[in-house]
């Protein structure tokens, strides 16, 4: 059973203590009325996982666990089956005892992008929004950080990154609870906060804003890596029905929209870092993810367009800081 006791423990003497004044009855809650019907099946392969420790792990370039060479045949099939069961694999790459889990995201490119532009991670205690199966967790802790909480509603992702922590060793500080957004409370406590591929999922995107800002603790940094338009300040796409057939996308603002909300929800020293047109070679069908994937959310006829006939995805990275003046 996964249970979240030793985050508890590892917040008790942190900065994040007060979270633990409701933080045990929501998750008791979601423990006692979660009924993800695959979720017994996930657990009971977790527990063939317990009490791993493998020889080395690297999550500074990579997120790769174990060494190749010292692990039989016989063990990388097992590993092998037992990480087929939580397919499909949308975020990574990972290497797993010389497996290659090649998933349908390249999220090590996406990383690559946006670590040149933030505050060094040393030491840092950081939050992913909407972390997704916790890649960019594993990559966060590699670059010095602190402690890593990630936030993420989906079951299976939360088992996905409850199976590689548990061949990682189980002792890294690095944490997926299972809640939106919307389940925390104002923690002012983070000193980098994330939100990558969220903001066009939620139906109010000023009130997201807020939200990651209620998170920072002064002088703390946002990452927000969204879907955006081209245009001005006033473009924003919101889809009248599907986007790229996702059915919960609601605003894609142009980039200069976005440091337009980010300046008047009170953030500082607003920057676009990158702007970048997914590729299909970054999106794909793989043997982890086998079903369909951007080339079949785009125009057959013109990549450029979505299947709906929106502009196709396009990502950009912003940075910003909570203001020091806590009256802002
Ligand atoms: N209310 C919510 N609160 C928190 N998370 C949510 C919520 N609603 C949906 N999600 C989660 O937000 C994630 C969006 S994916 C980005 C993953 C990673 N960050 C990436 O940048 O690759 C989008 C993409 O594929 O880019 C999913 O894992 C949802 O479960």
């Known amino acids: 059973m996964i249970?979240?006791?030793?985050?508890?423990?590892a917040i008790a003497e942190d900065t994040l203590q007060p979270w633990l004044e409701e933080l045990p009855a929501l998750l008791g809650h979601w423990q006692r009325e979660h009924k993800h019907g695959q979720l017994p099946k996930w657990e009971k392969v977790l527990k063939k996982l317990d009490g791993m420790q493998p020889d080395s792990v690297n999550f500074s370039d990579s997120v790769e666990i174990g060494d190749a060479s010292t692990t039989s045949d016989s063990q990388r099939e097992k590993f092998e089956s037992l990480l087929a069961i939580y397919k499909p694999w949308r975020k990574g790459p990972y290497r797993i005892h010389g497996i290659d889990i090649d998933t349908e995201w390249r999220s090590d490119w996406k990383w690559?992008?946006?670590a040149p532009h933030i505050?060094?991670?040393?030491?840092?205690?950081v939050l992913d929004v909407g972390c997704g199966n916790g890649y960019h967790m594993w990559r966060m802790l590699g670059a010095g950080a602190r402690r890593v909480i990630g936030v993420d509603p989906s079951t299976l992702f939360l088992c996905q990154f409850e199976a590689i922590k548990r061949i990682a060793g189980n002792q890294h500080p690095v944490h997926l609870l299972p809640l939106g957004i919307e389940d925390l409370p104002a923690l002012d406590g983070f000193d980098t906060v994330f939100s990558m591929g969220v903001l066009y999922h939620r139906r109010s995107p000023i009130d997201h804003l807020y939200q990651l800002k209620s998170q920072l603790r002064s002088g703390g940094e946002l990452v927000l890596e969204t879907l955006v338009i081209e245009g001005d300040e006033q473009q924003v796409l919101v889809p009248e029905d599907r986007y790229a057939k996702m059915n919960n996308v609601w605003f894609l603002p142009s980039a200069k929209a976005l440091i337009l909300w980010l300046q008047k929800c009170g953030f500082e020293n607003v920057r676009l870092v990158d702007n970048d047109v997914t590729s299909l070679a970054e999106q794909r069908t793989t043997q982890w993810m086998p079903n369909e994937s951007l080339i079949d959310y785009l125009d057959p006829n013109d990549i450029s367009k979505t299947i709906e006939g929106y502009p196709a995805p396009m990502r950009a990275t912003f940075i910003a800081t909570k203001p020091i003046n806590p009256m802002n």
């Not at 505050?119 to 205690?125: A, D, F, T, V």
């Open 119 to 125: 505050s060094s991670l040393e030491n840092r205690l």
């Open 112 to 114: 690559d992008r946006v």
């Open 3 to 9: 249970t979240f006791t030793s985050f508890y423990q």
